[in-house]
């Protein structure tokens, strides 16, 4: 079974900035498919905010033009610069393969999610 892990979340004040990290289990490669972030809001809002495939990469324009994407050489590791962060941005933050049920991401079925606080 595929299991994530995200890391990087924090507490910050509005306009500062976080990178989030996510890693998959043994035996799973980036390579195997496109991967996407969620984001599960206090009032439990399931909220795509990146789809990244092997040749573009797409964000909601809630989010576009503060967040971007990279991932390491090795396609091990993938990474959400987060800046201009807004308290709308407070949430728990998820990544999964996209083939993943999207729900369920949110619902922490494949990791923990990293947990983001923006204050004013």
């Known amino acids: 079974e595929v299991q994530m892990v995200e890391s990087g979340g924090g507490s910050v004040q509005t306009g500062g900035s976080l990178r989030l990290s996510c890693t998959g289990s043994s035996g799973f490669t980036f390579d195997d498919s496109g991967m996407v972030w969620y984001r599960r809001t206090p009032g439990n809002d399931c909220q795509l905010v990146a789809i990244l495939s092997r040749n573009a990469t797409w964000f909601p324009a809630s989010v576009k033009g503060r967040f971007t994407a990279s991932q390491d050489s090795a396609k091990t590791t993938l990474y959400l610069q987060m800046n201009s962060l807004k308290p709308e941005d407070t949430a728990v933050y998820y990544c999964?393969?996209?083939?993943?049920?999207?729900?369920?991401?949110?619902?922490?079925?494949w990791g923990q999610g990293t947990q983001v606080t923006v204050s004013s």
């Open positions: 999964a393969p996209v083939v993943m049920d999207g729900n369920r991401t949110c619902e922490g079925k």
